[in-house]
């Protein structure tokens, strides 16, 4: 009798553990995937000064292309970013992300597709790498592919409104 309580009790705290350990997981994904849906709308309201403050002090973008088959790789400082004034109308829309977390570091992959001035642009994914801090989880750097279909897809929702 006593070696079968023990065994339901122990059943229990570990349910009660992996339940709370489930929750922190969830809101830490619900934090990471905050961050960079939070990115793509000041992108989308051009407001770089904004996606700096998103950013450690010292983080990077890296845009990659291939075109006419040589590889492009531009970086641009969160200081850079945050001077940017884009003389264009950007629309960027992510989908089906995925975010990986541990302990304190985590990494959004974000399929996306832009269009700039109405028009379609490009497509491409956005590889978001974050760290928690204490304000939070902060943007360390941001790399974003720059491709044309097959090699990537247009939002599912087609174009945007």
Not at 6 to 25: D, E, H, I, R
Not at 52 to 76: F, K, P, Q, Y
Not at 115 to 129: E, K, P
Request: with cysteine; hydrophobic share 45%.
């Amino acid at each position: 009798m006593i070696l079968e309580r023990n065994f339901w009790v122990t059943a229990l705290a570990l349910v009660c553990v992996f339940n709370s350990s489930q929750a922190l997981a969830d809101q830490n994904q619900s934090e990471v995937l905050a961050v960079a849906d939070q990115a793509l709308e000041l992108i989308t309201a051009e407001n770089f000064a904004g996606l700096a403050d998103l950013m450690l002090d010292d983080a990077i973008t890296v845009s990659t292309a291939l075109r006419e088959g040589r590889h492009e790789v531009n970086l641009r400082t969160a200081a850079e970013q945050r001077a940017s004034k884009p003389s264009v109308d950007i629309v960027e829309r992510g989908f089906d992300p995925t975010v990986l977390i541990s302990g304190t570091v985590a990494m959004t992959w974000y399929p996306y597709d832009i269009y700039i001035d109405g028009a379609w642009s490009h497509c491409g994914v956005d590889v978001f790498s974050m760290v928690r801090t204490d304000d939070g989880w902060r943007i360390a750097s941001m790399t974003w592919s720059t491709e044309q279909p097959p090699a990537c897809q247009p939002h599912p929702d087609g174009e945007p409104n």
